[in-house]
């Protein structure tokens, strides 16, 4: 059975729980997928273990979500930037260094072809946005690592990076949920058809 794995975040600053957790918790995938949910901690330093470990059980799919209050919708991003910029502490106390990965290139662009999302979100009417990089936080520190890994993956694994709002209604939070559903259902789906075709590829080497 394929796992997708899907993250979220703990609170940090004045937030008293972080609206990643409850909207993970009511996402469900099909029943021919395993779930999988963690809950990241906004910290520089013991970010890069939890992404780790999420990787190291060989997920099919990724799909992050972040807190941002510079949105006001689902905002997928479509990139992860070699650098911290946030002039604001994680849940340590600290500050991240100007470069992530020292050898690593500057940007690396998801893994998932953004096109019939974006599609899929405009045909059923759900508002959304979306940007270049996501931010200088930890969100944007732990997505660069999470596309380190699933570019370098066999295949690659599709993995996506989205900035919730904080709802301000019941309305809105269902509305950030349907989005997400939406958004999970194309991840799904890039995800099957790339396992097909590198079975296909592997058994025409075979043959």
């Not at 059975?1 to 996402?27: I, Q, Y």
Request: charged share 20%; hydrophobic share 40%.
């Amino acid at each position: 059975m394929r796992t997708v794995h899907l993250t979220c975040f703990d609170a940090f600053g004045r937030l008293r729980e972080n609206p990643t957790r409850p909207l993970v918790a009511s996402l469900t995938p099909p029943a021919d997928w395993r779930t999988v949910r963690t809950v990241l901690p906004t910290s520089y330093a013991r970010v890069r273990p939890a992404v780790d470990r999420v990787f190291d059980q060989r997920p099919a799919a990724v799909l992050m979500f972040g807190y941002t209050s510079k949105t006001d919708r689902l905002r997928l991003e479509h990139a992860a930037r070699n650098r911290d910029g946030s002039r604001r502490p994680d849940n340590d106390g600290r500050f991240g260094g100007r470069i992530i990965r020292p050898s690593g290139p500057a940007v690396y662009p998801s893994t998932a072809d953004l096109s019939p999302v974006l599609l899929a979100l405009h045909g059923q009417f759900e508002p959304f946005t979306y940007s270049i990089d996501a931010g200088g936080f930890v969100c944007n520190h732990s997505y660069y690592l999470a596309l380190e890994r699933a570019w370098s993956a066999q295949p690659v694994i599709p993995c996506l990076f989205v900035h919730i709002p904080l709802p301000q209604s019941a309305a809105q939070r269902a509305q950030i949920r349907r989005s997400a559903a939406v958004v999970l259902d194309c991840l799904l789906r890039a995800a099957g058809a790339r396992a097909r075709a590198a079975g296909d590829s592997a058994w025409a080497q075979v043959s």
